[in-house]
């Protein structure tokens, strides 16, 4: 499934691919990751996206795995779409990762019209590059369906998707920029940074809705 292709997520029941990584022809590196949330939904997660902010918080979602944290634009007022988190993160090894995640609207991705009858609570869509550098290498969206027992996130990832930079959209940079092994540490991290995110979620809401 290809950036153009995500709408197939919006499709009853699952795909053939929901967790692992694949490379395809054009040279992306696809990753899929699918968490299950008990008591969390879909509402929550928009929440969780426009709290986050701070190391401490951000080390919170994954203390071992996250570095640190900060944002740039609105903050605070419920609000993330056109912000852009800065995370230094470690991706199921011992390399930080100084990343740069620019949230962007669902609808550039996918057909939120049909969201409702699709049973889709909410989508968070992205833009992932390099802090510091110039640009954009990847796209991302976690796609969240409410259940009865919370919620369940269907993760993917574009590895490989390059944009306002030097670098070309040809499969042998893709492979290069992007090799195999990053597709197997996002994924363990993704995994359990939103089985962490489960646990302690429902608490943490609670106590700003009182």
């Keep these: 499934m290809k950036p153009e292709e995500a709408n197939q997520l919006l499709q009853p029941g699952y795909l053939p691919f929901e967790a692992g990584y694949?490379?395809?022809?054009?040279?992306?590196?696809?990753?899929?990751?699918?968490s299950s949330l008990i008591n969390v939904k879909g509402h929550m997660i928009d929440w969780w996206f426009s709290y986050v902010h701070t190391t401490e918080q951000y080390k919170q979602w994954h203390p071992e795995d996250h570095v640190y944290s900060d944002w740039i634009g609105e903050r605070?007022?419920?609000?993330?779409?056109?912000?852009?988190?800065?995370?230094?993160?470690?991706?199921g090894g011992d390399t930080v990762h100084k990343l740069?995640?620019?949230f962007r609207s669902p609808s550039e991705l996918l057909a939120t019209e049909h969201f409702?009858?699709?049973?889709?609570s909410t989508a968070v869509h992205a833009r992932l590059g390099e802090d510091g550098a110039?640009?954009?290498?990847?796209?991302?969206?976690?796609?969240?369906?409410?259940?009865?027992?919370?919620?369940?996130?269907?993760?993917?990832?574009?590895?490989?998707?390059?944009?306002?930079?030097?670098?070309?959209?040809?499969?042998?940079?893709?492979?290069?920029i992007y090799p195999d092994e990053v597709g197997t540490g996002l994924q363990k991290h993704c995994h359990e940074e939103m089985s962490i995110l489960g646990q302690f979620l429902p608490a943490l809401y609670q106590s700003y809705h009182l």
């Excluded at 605070?76 to 991706?91: C, M, N, Q, S, V």
């Excluded at 996130?153 to 390059?162: I, K, V």
Aim: charged fraction near 25%.
């Design 22 to 34: 694949q490379r395809l022809d054009n040279g992306i590196l696809l990753v899929a990751a699918r």
């Design 76 to 91: 605070g007022t419920g609000k993330y779409i056109g912000g852009t988190h800065i995370a230094h993160e470690k991706l």
């Design 100 to 102: 740069k995640i620019n």
């Design 116 to 120: 409702t009858a699709a049973g889709v």
């Design 134 to 176: 110039p640009g954009w290498t990847a796209k991302m969206v976690h796609l969240v369906r409410d259940t009865s027992y919370g919620c369940e996130m269907r993760s993917r990832f574009w590895l490989g998707c390059f944009a306002d930079n030097e670098l070309e959209n040809d499969y042998d940079t893709r492979v290069r």
